[in-house]
């Protein structure tokens, strides 16, 4: 079956796809394509993530129960970085290119061995940071070459197919191939811990700045979709919520076998869905699709502004697994340390969002602000409760009314103050 093209106002193709995956042309998909949703192969390719969220998890969640925080944090923060930005890379690309060939589905399988060489590399990473002699992340930053190098190709592919944005896809291949260059540099060479950490910094400004540059060039930047990003970014959220309920209840599990039902694992269970069901419901009151479709010059900012909302979501699943060893009595911290990796992750989830939120409809909404700023209020109410005398349990139930806050006054009356900005940017 041959491909039917058409042309959009954008002057990308917009293609009906046949039944078959051979070889074909790698051009540029119709940004205001209908319909448009994410794609099993999609689906499939976030799974992988599913496992390296979790190991990163576990392995933030054991040095956080020894009282290891820098070890901890600086781990914890440059594994979600590559994970985050190897999965924005592809979710960005695929939006502008995803062709379905066999070209671009093999290319995505490699991506996700990637993934997997990744997530088996971050316990020897924790593991030197704790000890501080030197970083050993040859396996973490060999995972993730292979998933830069499997995007180099298929941006050298776009660039080959695409004529009219041609420049844009070989920008991209020229700031990831040299950023992997120095990724490589360090798998070899063996530095000191302190220019090691400097020489991160600055390959992850490079990594920073490829995107920025090849999408303000003379080409126009690439074809993605505005809706089509939106449910990616989404889809990547439910699975790091996913992380907070499926770690809090494999790390209870082992509570349960030893010492049976309480009322605190009882309280930390049914604590840790409700967090985490009360963190989606505060996510999707974000208005993404909608803005970005008409205005694409904010997508750097709200693309952006989703790593410390990610990072939280991810940290607070590994403060629940902490909250589980605090319950079986094998931390080595106190009740309300223990209690602040949960607080303080989701804490930053709230500032985050509203940030983020605020950046994308360029307004600021007091009335929001406040909401934001009472589930946070909320959250140094448990902190203060249980170093007071209440039970962690208790503490765990009060964090998962933080985002309530929000949910409510939303539901009763943002949605109005929403409704009234959006209509307020559309006029403009």
Known sequence: MSEQHT???HGAASVRPPLDHRLRRMTGR????????????????????VVAFSQAGAQTAHLLELGHWGPAIGGFAFAVFAI??????????????????IFFRVATMVEMLGVLVLALGLPDLFHSLDEGRHVDNGVVVAGYVVMRVATVTVWLRAAKHDASHRRTALTYAVFVSAAQVGWVVLIFVDLPLQTTLAFTAALIILELV??????????????????????????LVIITLGEIVLGTILALSAVI????????????????????????????????????????ERGFVWGYGHYPILAALAGTGA??????????DVAHIGIVQAL???????GI???????TYSLLLRQFDPFHFWLFAGSVVLLALAVVAVATGASFGTGILIIAASPLVVVVGYETVGHRHQAAALDRLFAR
């Open 319 to 328: 403060g629940l697994h902490v909250a589980a060893n605090v319950i079986e």
């Open 84 to 101: 985050w930005w190897a999965w924005i890379n592809y979710s960005w690309l695929a939006s502008a290119y995803d062709n379905d060939d």
């Open 30 to 49: 119709d940004p205001d394509e209908p319909h448009r949703a994410a794609t099993p192969l999609e689906l499939f390719f976030d799974l992988t993530f």
């Open 257 to 296: 076998d030893e010492q049976g039902w309480s009322a605190e694992t009882v309280f930390v269970a049914f604590g840790g869905t409700a967090l985490a069901f009360g963190l989606w419901w505060t996510y999707f009151t974000m208005p993404s699709g909608k803005v970005l479709q008409r205005f694409r």
């Open 7 to 9: 042309q959009d106002a």
């Open 349 to 355: 989830f709230m500032v985050a969002l509203f940030t």
């Open 210 to 235: 490829g995107p920025y540059v090849a999408e303000h060039g003379r080409d126009g930047g690439t074809p993605w979709h505005a809706h089509h990003i939106a449910e990616r970014y989404g889809l």
């Open 340 to 346: 602040l990796t949960v607080a303080v992750p989701v």
